[in-house]
């Protein structure tokens, strides 16, 4: 079963605007989260991460917000670039420390409109 | 530069055949993994590997073997016994307790 979800396959948004993507969790348990950007045939790589002692984090454009309470985060992009058109993947840690692995949601194609 | 190189970036193969799938880093990272990627899926840890000589199967183990005999490498072999072999393979690595994960480039690998 899924334990990070992302429910929305795909997100069109016009250039110069706001990028918002989702993602839920199941496990209560989890206490930190990932994002990952991904263009075809590449590897994942890092953008952003978030501690659960936290509910915002920002680092330029991106900034990630938690909802504990509602086992929900989202990833906001402003504006958006052209270059920001990839697959983002929100990712949690299986256990605490990290060594354990990721578990991904299955992904949203964001795509940036001229 | 420290990385992880994934060879080859595209490999064929007739259905049948056990193949294997390369993964090096040079970053001393105790911990590495393999992970799956198909069409509108995330991505799906197969194996990992905290220390040498020693791994632990993930989500999708079936059908797949891997070893670790040395800290550097840490190859994937997909089975005859892997019923949809066809798929972007993804090896990563971590310092051990940690969240930086470093990615390689993926093996898009195509069973015919």
């Known amino acids: 079963d899924q334990q990070v979800k992302q429910n929305s396959p795909s997100l069109s948004v016009q250039e110069g605007r706001i990028s918002i993507l989702n993602c839920d969790y199941t496990?209560?348990?989890?206490?930190?989260f990932l994002w990952y950007k991904k263009y075809p045939a590449e590897g994942p790589t890092f953008l952003i991460s978030?501690?659960?002692?936290?509910d915002k984090n920002e680092d330029g454009r991106f900034t990630v917000f938690l909802n504990k309470s509602a086992k929900h985060l989202s990833l906001h992009i402003v504006p958006s670039q052209p270059g920001d058109s990839a697959v983002y993947f929100c990712?949690?840690?299986?256990?605490?420390?990290?060594?354990?692995?990721?578990?991904f949601g299955k992904g949203t194609h964001l795509i940036i409109q001229p | 530069d420290g990385g992880i190189t994934q060879s080859p970036k595209y490999l064929f193969r007739k259905e049948g055949q056990n193949v294997t799938l390369s993964c090096e880093q040079n970053l001393n990272h105790d911990a590495m993994y393999w992970y799956r990627q198909d069409p509108g899926q995330g991505l799906r840890l197969i194996y990992y590997s905290q220390i040498v000589n020693d791994f632990q199967k993930g989500d999708i183990a079936e059908g797949y073997s891997v070893s670790r005999e040395k800290k550097e490498s840490f190859p994937l072999t997909v089975t005859s016994a892997q019923k949809n072999p066809t798929a972007f393979y993804l090896c990563a690595s971590n310092p051990g307790q940690d969240y930086g994960y470093t990615f390689g480039s993926g093996t898009r690998l195509t069973v015919v």
């Open positions: 990712a949690a840690p299986y256990s605490g420390g990290g060594a354990d692995g990721l578990t």
């Open positions: 978030i501690s659960s002692i936290k």
């Open positions: 496990n209560s348990m989890f206490d930190y």
